[in-house]
């Protein structure tokens, strides 16, 4: 006790051990649980580090067995007491204090606490909406503080890696002028400077690009970006990243500091070891075996382009889809040859769901294809099909025919699905879902063309192109590919970036094909091509989500799961209610008028 009558902590609630037996102690924590045998009171008291059971007998001592008695779940208190061993067959090998006890001399209430709205002790599921309400307590459940812990640890992990590689780690400013990243900007208006804006960073990009130029030469920073995006299971309006800007590399090396960074935090917090280096893929290569440019190799199930085995078919739906520049793919299903004509069916709505017009199914017996295929297939083309699926007897050929993305997407769904739907799939194609699958997918195109025909560019403007696509710049834009790439871990990507264009040229080229006029691009980034005129370094970056790192390591399926205090899927903090309406008196001030038609 100091001198004011407060008790000081001896202990946590994770670390008494039978050789603390006879120790007198002061504990503190919440009631996490609370059993009383008629006077007898058993108390499990909970801190972050874990929880210890407290004994108040009234026999040993008459006030703090009557404390005891009044206490509730999440009442805060503080023991005093001494550390006895539990009487032998009541010890809890589930708990790491569970040989002992504290047997309580004094008990005193800290702070009582109303009845939870869920409780913290059970861990179990509770309505999100309720959680975030009261993410205080939700914060509390131990699943919860092991997932702050984790997230902790994997920043801990980065930049002690970053900073042994020599990395800086540089703040940026948050009210900034936009960057392009292609979502929409959050605005802050100006108090100063009426009717002007700033806005929230979408990434830090401009300025790691700037602190290139300056000279800083490795540059890091977990840093909050913000989108003004329509809102999905992993994405936030506020999210952070791993942002990451080097001078005088090559694709190689920001690729291999990258990889070994993931992999430096994989064994920091999971103590897992990933094989390096990692797989890469071009987008031209994943979008054919996998459909997507973010593949889940955590299992087989490639798709097979046989649009040369159908060339000259007469199975009409083939045939047409080929005349019409399309393509013909194919996934072999192990084993699935058994399917009864609804499951192929429900398949088929998945299918059109992602974008196909139609499924084939081709079933697979010892004779070869069986099926509607059957009759238009000669025994040649049958075995050709057979060999180029890797199919035999058993398996099911699953075909879509349409155009060339589209078919292939459709089956990179579809392929997606059977394992999440169909169970006795996973151990016949290999998905073992706790496995880590890291790949790069390389060689982006580097512009895309949108929904009205412009161009855009499929990273953002300052993305450099191969320099073997240069030559097709001006006359084919569509056909270059980015010097870019991205990191995809189990299927969801991780994160991308690429080596930058630092050349005044090149850039004033890029700017042309993408339809931003000279003009344009000195209102919008006139600063960075001002820099860019005072010696700009070969340069190149990433950015890694970490939010979905983290969600990837806990085994999360929301990135809400592993954020503090993340919003829901309208964009609003159910805890403190924002967004909200602010005070008249505060709009003026910015020069804000609302108008709510
Ligand atoms: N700024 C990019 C992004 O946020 C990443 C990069 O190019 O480094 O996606």
Known sequence: MNGNGVWRRTHDNGSLRPHDVGREVTLMGWVHARRDLGGLVFIDLRDREGVTQVVANPQESDSAAAAAAQVRSEYVIAVRGVVAARPAGTENPKLATGAVEVRARELRVLNPSETPPFSIADDGPVDEAVRLK??????????????????????????????????????????????????RDFLVPSRLQAGKFYVLPQSPQLFKQILMVAGVERYFQIVRCFRDEDLRADRQPEFTQVDIEMSFVDRDDVLSLGERMIASVVRETLGRDVALPLPQLTYAEAMARYGTDKPDL???????????????????IFAQALAAGGVVCGIRVPGAAGYSRREIQELEALAKAAGAAGLVAAPLDPAGVRGPLAKHLSAATDRELRERCGAGAGDLLLFVAGPAPAASAALGRLRLDLVRLRPELRDRVGFDRARLSLVWVVEFPLFERAADGALGAVHHPFTAPLDEDLGALDTQPLSVRANSYDLVLNGVELGGGSIRIHRHDLQQRVFAALGISPGVARERFGFLLD??????????????GF??????????????????????????????????????????????RVRLD
């Open 134 to 183: 009261y993410r205080y307590l939700d914060l509390r459940r131990p699943s919860m503080l092991h997932r702050l812990r984790l997230r902790h640890r994997a920043a801990k992990a980065i930049r002690d890696f970053l900073s042994a590689e020599g990395f800086l780690e540089v703040e940026t400013p948050m009210l900034i002028k936009s960057t392009p990243e292609g979502a």
């Open 298 to 316: 955590r299992f087989g199930m490639e798709i097979h382009d046989c649009s040369a085995t159908f060339r000259g078919s007469q199975f009409q």
């Open 547 to 592: 939010d979905r790192m983290v969600m990837l390591l806990a085994g999360d399926e929301s990135i809400r799961e592993v954020i503090a205090f993340p919003k829901t899927q309208s964009a609003t903090d159910l805890m403190t209610g924002a967004p909200s309406e602010v005070d008249p008196a505060a709009l003026e001030e910015a020069h804000i």
């Open 531 to 544: 820099a860019f005129q005072y010696g700009a370094p070969p340069h190149g970056g990433i950015a890694l």
